[in-house]
């Protein structure tokens, strides 16, 4: 393939996985995480050590098979097409899901500069929809632009994250930190398995270039290289983040705010600093957004090239773009945020949040099982498995069941891919099976 149809490199794939990760989850989760004092930091500890044993599987399995459209397919080919076909849509519902999450919390914090935005749930709604609309347009003008345009928003969602790393780093120096007893006044150990639950969902996004693989340059060794950095970067930057200002601020003081890295600014540099803050934390958010709404087209593109699903989903425009899936995602994604408009923003945050975690950690089990059934990278993948076992328990029985039950639609799609007579040769052809 050319660089028109593999357009990511190296730096263009590391950012795709650190634009998917840093975005609403850091921005919105500290406040969450801060009752938990430093059992905070061991389940950021503790997720970060996860998704880097599972995103080393997904890396190590594209490298046995570049040839492979990404890790739904790898999953299918391993597993056989019904698994692939499950935890692809499983995965794909995530991402649409995630798409509402991420795209709230961004007006979320544009909201500090345009106080209509959430002035009403409904507000917050329109509001939404219509940024996950000109993010779809973007992405609908070629998968190279939208690498683009993650390049670039990566760059510019840095800068409120080293800005309060540089604060923790002079509040400690100046005497003026202090951090809370071991393990702290919360829940303790006990609370250990819901805080990892919580410090997952910023994390989720490291598998992105692993599943838009056949956009990878050299995918056996760009995957690999930028999934690893990736994934360190973004977790060393979560836990100076996200514990700094756990340990400065009181929960109770950014409750109501719906911006706290805005307020933390605010509260130790002043309002102009906290305005700049939130302006960057809000270009983040949008960055986030663009990386997923890229992934919401290339996953059903890429199960429908690899005979997972009906040629339908195989069908792509002059710029070779999904436009039936990006309509459709995007569609879904709208209903998802309307159908919350009651709630608060940061409600409706928290319950697609909820719903885009239990539908991903289906494939982060799955492609885990794969590489134990292939014997590649065995003890990361075995700790991958456990791990991805520990935070659906984690996540609790009603949420498990609901990502359960949306994995089971794509059921009726199998059966739709079976009739066909294209079913099964795209492995063939490809020698993964």
Known sequence: ?????????????????????????????????????????????????????????????????????????????????????????SY???????????????????????????????????????????????????????????????????????????????????????????????????GLTAAITLTLFPLIGFEAAGCVAERVQDPGRNIMRATVLGIALTGLLYILVSSGMAFALPAEQVAASPAPFALFVETFVGRGAGLFVAAFAAIAAVGCLNGWVLIQGEVPLGMGRAGLLPEWFAVVNARDVSVRMQLVSSGLASLLVFSTASRSLSGAFQFAALLTTCAALWLYAAISLAALVRRVAAMPAALG??????????????ASAWGFALMLTGWPLYWWAKRAPTVGTAFERDGLI
């Open 385 to 398: 498995l456990g791990f991805s076992v520990w935070a659906m328990w984690g996540a609790g029985v009603e």
């Open 1 to 89: 393939m050319t660089t028109e149809t593999r357009p990511f490199g190296f730096w263009t794939a590391t950012a795709l996985i650190m634009g998917g990760m840093i975005g609403s989850g850091i921005f919105l989760l500290p406040v969450a995480i801060a009752p938990y004092g430093w059992i905070g930091v061991v389940a950021w500890i503790v997720s970060i050590l996860g998704v880097l044993a599972i995103g080393y599987a997904v890396a190590a399995m594209a490298r046995l098979m570049p040839e492979a459209t990404g890790s739904i397919a790898v999953t299918g080919a391993v597993l056989g097409p019904l698994a692939g076909v499950l935890v692809g849509w």
């Open 92 to 190: 794909w519902i995530s991402c649409w899901t995630a798409i509402a999450a991420i795209a709230g919390a961004a007006i979320s914090y544009l909201s500090v500069f345009v106080p209509w935005l959430g002035a009403t749930p409904l507000n917050g709604a329109l509001a939404t929809v219509a940024l996950i609309w000109l993010l779809t347009l973007t992405n609908l003008a070629g998968t190279k632009l939208a690498g683009q345009v993650q390049v670039a928003t990566t760059i510019l969602k840095l800068v409120p994250l080293i800005v309060v790393v540089l604060i923790v780093i002079w509040l400690w120096g100046s005497g003026r930190g202090s951090a809370p007893p071991w393990p702290g006044t919360g829940p303790g150990y006990a």
